[in-house]
């Protein structure tokens, strides 16, 4: 997407469309609202086009956006959306009842202690750990200093240990 090119646009938004559509879940945004605000992404991408490097990777640049957006909508709105863990379950080979089980269980743990991160924390973790952007593209995009993404991280990767560790143990056997 070097430049302000309808043609290119449109096949940047058919390489990443997905790839948001996944981001922006993990932020926190609701199976209901997770389109809308892909499109908010790529709107607000087409409108700042001239900020994009194309020397640069395109995805920590749209997660930032991506993040910006998310941040905005939660602060705007009193109560948080959980995300829904059926929108992550995968087709796959006819698997065992007991271990559709425990991947559910395992799922629905790993989201409820990605909802338990604020969403400063929550941006790295997803974006460092789970999308494996580097870390100082992310402090970049996210405009914060590089020291303050590192403790970010670190700090989002010890609450979603100990909160995940937890629910496992509380989890029925």
Do not use: C
């Amino acid at each position: 997407m070097p430049s302000a090119d309808p043609h290119a646009f449109a096949s940047a938004y058919r390489e990443h469309l997905s790839w948001v559509l996944h981001t922006v879940r993990r932020l926190g945004v609701g199976a209901s609202e997770q389109e809308d605000v892909a499109h908010d992404v790529f709107s607000t991408a087409w409108r700042k086009l001239d900020t994009y490097s194309p020397e640069r990777p395109m995805r920590p640049w749209l997660f930032g956006i991506a993040f910006r957006i998310v941040s905005n909508r939660k602060s705007t709105r009193s109560g948080s959306e959980t995300l829904d863990p059926e929108l992550d379950a995968r087709a796959g080979g006819a698997a065992r009842p007991d271990e559709v089980l425990e991947g559910e269980v395992t799922r629905s743990h790993v989201l409820k202690a990605l909802d338990g991160l604020p969403l400063e924390q929550r941006a790295l973790f997803v974006g460092h750990d789970i999308e494996q952007t580097p870390i100082n593209e992310l402090a970049e995009q996210l405009a914060v200093p590089l020291n303050t993404a590192y403790s970010r991280l670190r700090l989002a990767r010890q609450k979603f240990q100990t909160t995940f560790q937890s629910l496992q143990a509380g989890a029925p056997s």
